[in-house]
């Protein structure tokens, strides 16, 4: 009696694997998958209800890839809400002066600075104005800022 044995492929393509969008399989068997796929998977897992396994059978991933993903990417899709502008402060410019107005003022700030009085800064936000005179602290400037900025 003579058997015959049926030699089988296992790094052929099946006909699935290469229909799905987003699956390349390389010369050695090995499959990728892009971004846009994974962040799919990723996304069908955030369903509530939803078992990873479940997902990753149906994909014929390993469900412990997916949960990878899900580490990886799960930031991504958690960040895609709108973020707030950021509020914009009015600033009001004044027309040029002439030069000799120009050297009148630096004259008057320079008397002003030998007397003890500094430049000031005017900050008008929300309706409420602020006048800052004399020497200015960057640091305390900047938090009074940020604290005014997420009201």
């Known amino acids: 009696m003579v058997s015959t044995m049926k030699m089988v492929d296992t790094k052929k393509r099946t006909e699935q694997s290469?229909?799905?969008s987003g699956?390349?399989?390389n010369?050695?068997?090995?499959?990728?998958f892009t971004l846009d796929y994974k962040l799919a998977v990723v996304k069908e897992c955030s369903v509530p209800g939803t078992s990873v396994?479940?997902?990753?059978?149906?994909?014929?991933?390993?469900?412990n890839l997916v949960r990878r993903w899900i580490v990886r990417h799960g930031r991504a899709l958690l960040d895609t809400k709108?973020?707030?502008?950021?509020?914009?402060l009015p600033v009001t410019i004044e027309a040029t002066a002439s030069a000799a107005e120009v050297k009148r003022r630096d004259r008057?700030?320079?008397?002003?600075?030998?007397?003890?009085v500094g430049a000031g800064?005017?900050?008008?936000?929300y309706g409420a104005r602020i006048h800052l005179r004399g020497g200015i602290?960057?640091?305390a400037l900047r938090s009074v800022l940020e604290v005014l900025a997420q009201r």
Do not use: C, F, W, Y
């Open 18 to 20: 290469e229909s799905v």
């Open 23 to 25: 699956v390349r399989i």
């Open 27 to 32: 010369g050695t068997g090995r499959r990728t």
């Open 53 to 63: 396994a479940a997902v990753a059978l149906r994909h014929r991933i390993n469900a």
């Open 82 to 88: 709108p973020k707030p502008n950021p509020a914009i």
């Open 108 to 116: 008057s700030q320079a008397r002003q600075r030998r007397r003890g």
């Open 121 to 125: 800064i005017e900050i008008e936000i």
């Open 137 to 139: 602290d960057v640091e």
